[in-house]
């Protein structure tokens, strides 16, 4: 059975430092995705990382993708509270999903 | 139009009750996907379609019953459902299988079992 693993579930940022959220799936999986979702909203695609090194930047995030350690990380660069949501990575074309990175940003 | 539209936004239901949520994306994608979705967990995948056949059913009771009438449309029918079906239903939509195809998702329907 294949598990997706995140951590942490909870992170407080200050602004302006840097935070990585971890993400560990147990089967092999070329296909990653990052998700983003807003309190009572649907899911933002961040990210498709493809393939072994992939990296994807956009704004403060940045993705990244090991195959086989089977972990991809979410950068997260000079946090500002537009940053605040749930994240969620999920592997496979149907998606498994993380059980998410609950993320606020205080000043 | 870069959109996956879900009628209706909430709903509130009898157990007893027939009821159908709607999906539509005009986006030409060929492959639909339903979610379900609990407060504070991640999406779990319900069905999909792809190419108006139904590809994947994982496990999920008789109560939802898919249907998709045609390559822009998806529907949900929900009969005799319980108290805790109650969930976000989330719609996505993506090109195709290809593992390059990004899922968008519509903004769900709020569903509510009393």
């Known amino acids: 059975e294949l598990k997706v693993e995140q951590n942490p579930l909870f992170l407080s940022m200050q602004e302006g430092k840097n935070y990585t959220i971890y993400c560990n799936y147990s089967?092999?999986?070329?296909?990653l995705y990052w998700y983003r979702q807003d309190p009572g909203k649907s899911l933002e695609s961040l990210f498709v990382?493809?393939?072994?090194?992939a990296v994807k930047q956009e704004g403060r995030l940045m993705a990244s993708l090991d195959t086989k350690a089977r972990l991809s990380t979410l950068h997260i660069t000079a946090a500002v509270h537009d940053l605040s949501a749930t994240y969620f990575c999920?592997?496979?074309?149907?998606?498994?999903f993380g059980k998410g990175t609950k993320l606020s940003v205080k000043p | 139009d870069t959109e996956v539209t879900q009628t209706p936004k909430h709903l509130v239901m009898g157990m007893t009750n027939k009821k159908s949520l709607k999906c539509e994306q005009h986006?030409?994608?060929?492959?639909m996907y339903w979610y379900k979705q609990k407060a504070k967990k991640p999406p779990e995948l319900m069905f999909v379609?792809?190419?108006?056949?139904?590809?994947i059913n994982e496990s999920v009771p008789s109560r939802f019953s898919p249907e998709c009438p045609n390559s822009s449309l998806l529907n949900l029918h929900l009969h005799a459902l319980q108290p805790e079906d109650s969930a976000l239903y989330l719609c996505?939509?993506?090109?195709?299988?290809?593992?390059?195809?990004?899922?968008?998702f519509g903004s769900g329907t709020q569903l509510s079992v009393l």
């Open positions: 996505a939509s993506s090109q195709g299988n290809s593992p390059k195809d990004k899922l968008f």
């Open positions: 089967t092999t999986s070329d296909r």
């Open positions: 990382l493809l393939s072994n090194g």
């Open positions: 999920a592997v496979r074309g149907n998606l498994i």
């Open positions: 986006m030409g994608h060929r492959a």
């Open positions: 379609y792809s190419y108006e056949k139904l590809s």
